[in-house]
C-alpha cells in the first residue's frame, strides 16, 4: 500500500549523481536501517537494491507497507516514491532533525555541493549550488586521486600527515591535475599535495556565500575525508558541526518528509 | 538585448514555444512579423527600398523617418537561440577569433551568417538574411553590438554609424542628454547619404509619435501582469513583445497593442483568467531569455503552480520619454534613460518599483555567460535586494544562446528547490 496514509514506517531514498542513499524511520524518527550503494546507471535498481539493504538492517527484509519521498539527481527515477523533494530541501531537514538551530550548512556531494541556510526554525532562508563545473566536489577528489595513483580512501589521512599544503592554483579540474603532474616532477611530499587539493576543495565552497555562526558539513565526501571539517574549522575560527551520517542526511530528511505527507493528508501526489 | 522569438504553428513536443493558453492575439503577431521579414527579403532582393539594420535599441525611430526598412540582428539572434540554431553556430565565430564568452547572439549570427544557415529559411521560406544598406548602433546596451555590426560593415563594404552612450549613470545630466541629441543628429548627413534624399523632420515626427505610442500600449500591456491572477507570463511577453521591438514607429505595431493585445488581457482580467492555472507565486525574471529553454522553463513554472510575471528585459523597449514635439532631444532621454545604461542604485530603485507594481515573492536572476551587461547578479545586487524587499532571490546559470553554458538538470532543481522554500 505504497503511497497510502497511516504507515509507521518511512523511507528517504536519495538519489545521487554518485552515490544512492537510503535511510528507514520509525514513527519515533529512529533511524532503523540504511545503506548507501553506487548509483550506477541504472537508478531504478539500484534504488529498489538500497532499499532492500536499509530495510535488511531494520530487521523487516522484503516489507512494503511504507511511505516513501524521493530526493537527488534521480529522484524521478525511484519506482516505490509516494513523492518526491529536492536534495536542497532533504539535507536542510536532515540537518534541522540533528542540529535544531540557525545553521549554514555546507554539503558536498559527489558532483555538486551545496550552501544552505536556515533560521532557527528550520526554514531555509536562501541557498546555492555550484556553478557549472565540478571544481570543488568529490569528482574533483577522485580525479585527483587518480592522477596521484592513490586509493580514495587514503586521501584523508595522507592529509593529515601533511605540515604544509602545496596550493594549487587552477579552479579547473583538467588543469588542477596538470599542475599535480608538475608538482610531482619538481618532487613535491604527495601528502602535502594531497592537502593542497583538501584546501583547493574547501575554498570552492567557502567562497559559493557566507557563513552564518553556526556550521554543519554534510555529503559523502566528508563523510570519508573528515579531514575537511578540520580545515573549515581553522579557516573560518567557528566550530563545525557534522551529523553522526553525514552521507544520510539528504536521505534522512527524505524520510522525514515522508512522515510529515503521511502526517497531514495533504501530499503533493507523485512527481 | 533583444527579442523575439518566432511563434510557430507545429507545436510538437519538441518545439520550444511556450505551453498554451495560447493568446488569440498571436496570431496577429505572427502576421506582423512574417510581413516585417517578407518585405526586408523583398526589399534586399529588388532594391526597392534601403535597408538598414540597428541595434534593438538604437535609433530605430530616425531610420523609420528617413524611410528605411529596419532589421534587427539581436532578433534574429534571438530565433537562433530559440531554434537551437546558435549553439552549433556559435564555433564557426569563435574559430575566426570571436571568443565563446562574449555576446552568444554576436557569434551565433556571425556563425549563422558564415554557414550560410538561418532560421528565417524554415519559418519563412527565406534564404539569407537581408543585406544592409547602412548598419546603426548604439553603445547604451553594450559595446558588442558595435563589434557585431563592424564585421558586416567589413564584409559588404557599407558604413557603420553610431551613437556612443553613456554607461553605468546614475542621476542623468543635461549634457549628457545634449551630447546624444548631437550624436543622433549627427546620425542624419550620413544617412542622407545612403538613401539620397533630404531628411523629412514631420516624417521623422511622425515615426517618433507612433514610437511613443507603441511604447504607452506595450506598457500598459506588461502592467496588466499586476493583476493577481496574472492574465499572462514573462514567456508570453518574449514572444509578444515582437512588434514592440521590430514594428515600433510603424502604424501596424500602435495597431496590434491597441486593438488587439491590450483588449485581450484587459478582457482576461476581467474574467479573472489566469495564464497559470491556480497562481500560488509570483517571480521577477532579471536578465535574458534563455531563448532555447522557454517552453521547458514556462513548463515548470506552470507546474509548480509559478508566475514569472515580470521581467526587466522585456520592460526594456518602453521608450515613453518620446516626444515629437523635440524628437531629437527625447529619443536621447529614451534611450539613454534605459536600465541597462544605468548604475546600481538606479537598477535596484526599479526593481523596487517593480515589487510594488507586480506584487511578486521572489526574483530569478539569470547569470547569462556570454552577457555581463543583462547579468545583473554579478555585483551582489541579489543580496542586496533580497534584504531591501524581504524576498528571496535565485541565480540560474545560463545563457541566452548558448546552450553549452546552461546545465538544465542543476537549473530545474534550483527552480523547484526555490519554489519548495516559498512554500515553507
Ligand atoms: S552583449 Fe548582451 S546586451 Fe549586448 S547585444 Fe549581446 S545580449 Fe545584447
Avoid at chain 1, 619538481?186 to 593542497?196: C, F, M, Q, S, T
Avoid at chain 1, 565526501?221 to 575537511?228: D, G, Q, R
Avoid at chain 2, 524611410?67 to 564557426?92: K, Q
Avoid at chain 2, 557599407?158 to 541629441?181: E, N
Amino acid at each position: 500500500m505504497i503511497g497510502a496514509n497511516n504507515h509507521d514506517l518511512f523511507v528517504g531514498i536519495d538519489v545521487g549523481a554518485s552515490r544512492t542513499k537510503a535511510a528507514v524511520l520509525d514513527a519515533g524518527k529512529n533511524l532503523l536501517g540504511h545503506a548507501v550503494l553506487r548509483s550506477g546507471t541504472d537508478f531504478e535498481r539500484t534504488a529498489s537494491a538500497v532499499l532492500e539493504e536499509a530495510l535488511a538492517m531494520a530487521g523487516m527484509p522484503g516489507r512494503d507497507g511504507f511511505q516513501c519521498v524521493s530526493t537527488g539527481y534521480g529522484r524521478r527515477n525511484v519506482p516505490f516514491r509516494g513523492d518526491t523533494r529536492t536534495e536542497i530541501g532533504c539535507h536542510a531537514k536532515g540537518c534541522y532533525h540533528e542540529f535544531p538551530e540557525a545553521v549554514t550548512i555546507i554539503d558536498i556531494g559527489g558532483q555538486d555541493n551545496k550552501v544552505i541556510k536556515l533560521d532557527d526554525r528550520g526554514r531555509r532562508l536562501n541557498f546555492k549550488m555550484n556553478r557549472k563545473c565540478a571544481a570543488g566536489t568529490g569528482a574533483f577528489l577522485e580525479e585527483m586521486a587518480m592522477r596521484l595513483g592513490i586509493p580514495l580512501e587514503e586521501m584523508d589521512g595522507l592529509a593529515r600527515a601533511s605540515e604544509h599544503a602545496e596550493e594549487l592554483g587552477s579552479y579547473c579540474t583538467v588543469f588542477s591535475g596538470t599542475e599535480v603532474l608538475e608538482k610531482i616532477r619538481r618532487g613535491i611530499a604527495v601528502p602535502d599535495l594531497v592537502k593542497g587539493i583538501f584546501l583547493s576543495v574547501v575554498k570552492r565552497v567557502l567562497e559559493m556565500d557566507s557563513l552564518s555562526e553556526r556550521v554543519v558539513m554534510t555529503g559523502g565526501v566528508v563523510a570519508h575525508n573528515l579531514y575537511l571539517v578540520d580545515m573549515v574549522q581553522e579557516i573560518t575560527g567557528r566550530e563545525v558541526l557534522v551529523p553522526k551520517h553525514p552521507q544520510l542526511t539528504g536521505a534522512v530528511g527524505a524520510a522525514l518528509f515522508a512522515m510529515e505527507i503521511n502526517a497531514n493528508t495533504s501530499g503533493r501526489g507523485n512527481r | 538585448m533583444p527579442t523575439l522569438y518566432e511563434q510557430r504553428e507545429d507545436d510538437h513536443p519538441m518545439s520550444n514555444e511556450p505551453p498554451k493558453k495560447s493568446i488569440a492575439a498571436g496570431k496577429v503577431c505572427k502576421k506582423i512579423m512574417a510581413d516585417h521579414f517578407y518585405e526586408l527579403d523583398e526589399a534586399a532582393r529588388t532594391g526597392s527600398r534601403k535597408i538598414a539594420w540597428c541595434t534593438s535599441v538604437g535609433p530605430a525611430e530616425l531610420l523609420r523617418g528617413m524611410g528605411f526598412l529596419v532589421y534587427y540582428p539581436e532578433n534574429h539572434g534571438a530565433m537562433l537561440g530559440a531554434t537551437r540554431m546558435a549553439t552549433e553556430l556559435i564555433p564557426y565565430a569563435n574559430a575566426m577569433g570571436y571568443s565563446p564568452d562574449i555576446c552568444s547572439y554576436l557569434t551565433s549570427d556571425v556563425g549563422s551568417f558564415l554557414q550560410g544557415k538561418t532560421p528565417l529559411t524554415k519559418a519563412y521560406n527565406i534564404e539569407s538574411v537581408p543585406r544592409p544598406d547602412v548598419l546603426v548602433f548604439n553603445t547604451n546596451q553594450c559595446r558588442d553590438v558595435q563589434d557585431w555590426f563592424a564585421w558586416y560593415a567589413r564584409h559588404f563594404g557599407v558604413p557603420l554609424v553610431g551613437v556612443h552612450t553613456h554607461r553605468d549613470i546614475g542621476l542623468i545630466r543635461m549634457y549628457q542628454i545634449k551630447d546624444i541629441a548631437q550624436q543622433i543628429e549627427d546620425l542624419v548627413p550620413q544617412l542622407e547619404a545612403v538613401t539620397g534624399e533630404p531628411f523629412d523632420m514631420d516624417r521623422f515626427k511622425e515615426a517618433v509619435e507612433l514610437s511613443r505610442r507603441t511604447s504607452v500600449l506595450w506598457r500598459a500591456c506588461l502592467e496588466s501582469a499586476g493583476a493577481v491572477p496574472s492574465p499572462w507570463t514573462f514567456f508570453d511577453a518574449t514572444i509578444h513583445m515582437g512588434p514592440a521591438v521590430v514594428a515600433r514607429g510603424t502604424a501596424e505595431g500602435v495597431s496590434y497593442y491597441e486593438d488587439h493585445l491590450l483588449p485581450e488581457l484587459e478582457q482576461r482580467i476581467k474574467d479573472g483568467v489566469a495564464a497559470v492555472e491556480g497562481e500560488r507565486h509570483r517571480l521577477y525574471w532579471e536578465g535574458m531569455p534563455i531563448w532555447g529553454k522557454l517552453r521547458p522553463l514556462a513548463e515548470q513554472f506552470a507546474s509548480l503552480k509559478t508566475c514569472v510575471v515580470a521581467s526587466t528585459y522585456c520592460n526594456s523597449w518602453i521608450f515613453d520619454q518620446l516626444d515629437p514635439a523635440d524628437p531629437f532631444e527625447s529619443m536621447a532621454r529614451a534611450y539613454t534613460e534605459l536600465f541597462i545604461a544605468r548604475d546600481e542604485a538606479y537598477k535596484e530603485k526599479y526593481i523596487a518599483q517593480c515589487y510594488e507594481l507586480f506584487k511578486f515573492d521572489g526574483i530569478v536572476f539569470h547569470d547569462a555567460k556570454t552577457c555581463p551587461n543583462n547579468s545583473n547578479n554579478r555585483y551582489g545586487m541579489p543580496e542586496r535586494l533580497g534584504r531591501a524587499l524581504g524576498v528571496p532571490t535565485l541565480t540560474i546559470n545560463g545563457d541566452l544562446c548558448d546552450l553549452r553554458c546552461y546545465s538544465e538538470e542543476q537549473a530545474k532543481t534550483n527552480i523547484e528547490a526555490f519554489i519548495e522554500q516559498l512554500e515553507e
